[in-house]
């Protein structure tokens, strides 16, 4: 199974047109996030919609729960719906390049039960790269209803990931870069390190050295070291970057994969919380 879709793959199905397509814009900047926005009034491609991390894909932050907390769901369908986007919608999602947000968008329609979206490998730089058009226009798409059916079994909470170190069946994975894991650097929060028992798969390990997606093969030797038994809990900053591991472990045939959405944001707004600065991934 994979859940990327090439340039010239959804060129070939727009242009034959045998299916509802949508496209989403999912561009977007942690350091400005009126970026993304911007970026794509100026221009995208052709019919796409934009959904924006902190006004759509997220609700708003509070004392616990992340910076980036899961959005309302009966709010996120609607704005589904009408952006024409229902249970039998292709969705195509697109980043500027292979950047996290998309898949932050891809894994909440899987979240609500989506069985048909993708991920633009590459994003809107390779669409503009292949020589295809682009516009500024803003579409205006007939409305759907898009009603969701939430998979609980997607999502672990506080409580859990507080127990997971005594768990033997279940690893945490945390998807931030290694000097933030190892606490060398944090740009973000207060504090530095990482959730106690936390391996460290950087989330942008994914994509190969042409910045491309990396095929299953290669998925599955990345990953080799952990048990597709066991149940894989991701976690990042909250719960944005942690979304390409997850694509990419289901990618690689791995069945208990599960978001933690508050992730290290969550993690350290408990001030009872210890945190970690020692490489625990091959523990």
């Given at each position: 199974?994979?859940?990327?879709?090439?340039?010239?793959?959804?060129?070939?199905?727009?242009?034959?047109?045998?299916?509802?397509?949508?496209?989403?814009?999912?561009?977007?900047?942690?350091?400005?996030?009126?970026?993304?926005?911007?970026?794509?009034?100026?221009?995208?491609v052709p019919g796409a919609v934009y959904f924006d991390l902190e006004r759509d894909l997220s609700s708003?932050?509070?004392?616990?729960?992340?910076?980036?907390?899961?959005?309302?769901?009966?709010?996120?369908?609607?704005?589904?719906?009408?952006?024409?986007?229902?249970?039998?919608?292709?969705?195509?999602?697109?980043?500027?390049?292979?950047?996290?947000?998309?898949?932050?968008?891809?894994?909440?329609?899987?979240?609500?039960?989506?069985?048909?979206?993708?991920?633009?490998?590459?994003?809107?730089?390779?669409?503009?790269?292949?020589?295809?058009?682009?516009?500024?226009?803003?579409?205006?798409?007939?409305?759907?209803?898009?009603?969701?059916?939430?998979?609980?079994?997607?999502?672990?909470?506080?409580?859990?990931?507080?127990?997971?170190?005594?768990?033997?069946?279940?690893?945490?994975?945390?998807?931030?870069?290694?000097?933030?894991?190892?606490g060398k650097t944090e740009p973000l929060y207060q504090k530095a390190g990482h959730i106690p028992g936390?391996?460290?798969?950087?989330?942008?390990?994914v994509l190969d050295e042409n910045g491309n997606w990396k095929n299953r093969q290669s998925l599955e030797?990345?990953?080799?070291?952990?048990?597709?038994?066991?149940?894989?809990?991701?976690?990042?900053?909250?719960?944005?970057?942690?979304?390409?591991?997850?694509?990419?472990?289901?990618?690689?045939?791995?069945?208990?994969?599960?978001?933690?959405?508050?992730?290290?944001?969550?993690?350290?707004?408990?001030?009872?919380?210890?945190?970690?600065?020692?490489?625990?991934?091959?523990?």
């Open positions: 199974m994979t859940y990327i879709m090439k340039v010239e793959e959804l060129i070939h199905k727009l242009t034959a047109n045998l299916e509802d397509i949508v496209l989403v814009d999912a561009r977007f900047q942690l350091g400005d996030p009126t970026a993304g926005r911007k970026a794509y009034e100026e221009s995208h708003e932050a509070g004392e616990h729960g992340g910076n980036h907390p899961l959005p309302d769901i009966t709010t996120l369908a609607d704005k589904l719906g009408k952006n024409g986007i229902d249970q039998d919608t292709t969705v195509v999602v697109y980043d500027k390049g292979n950047d996290m947000f998309a898949p932050r968008f891809w894994w909440l329609l899987h979240y609500l039960g989506h069985q048909d979206v993708y991920v633009l490998d590459g994003g809107f730089e390779a669409w503009v790269q292949a020589g295809q058009p682009v516009t500024a226009d803003i579409p205006v798409k007939k409305q759907k209803i898009f009603i969701p059916n939430v998979r609980p079994d997607q999502v672990v909470d506080i409580a859990f990931v507080r127990g997971i170190k005594d768990n033997k069946q279940a690893v945490l994975i945390d998807s931030r870069s290694e000097d933030r894991y190892l936390a391996k460290n798969y950087f989330w942008m390990d030797k990345q990953f080799a070291k952990l048990d597709k038994n066991k149940e894989i809990i991701v976690s990042c900053g909250s719960g944005v970057s942690a979304t390409p591991n997850i694509m990419a472990l289901k990618m690689a045939g791995f069945k208990h994969v599960k978001l933690y959405p508050g992730s290290y944001s969550d993690w350290i707004s408990y001030e009872e919380h210890n945190i970690e600065t020692k490489d625990e991934t091959d523990e």
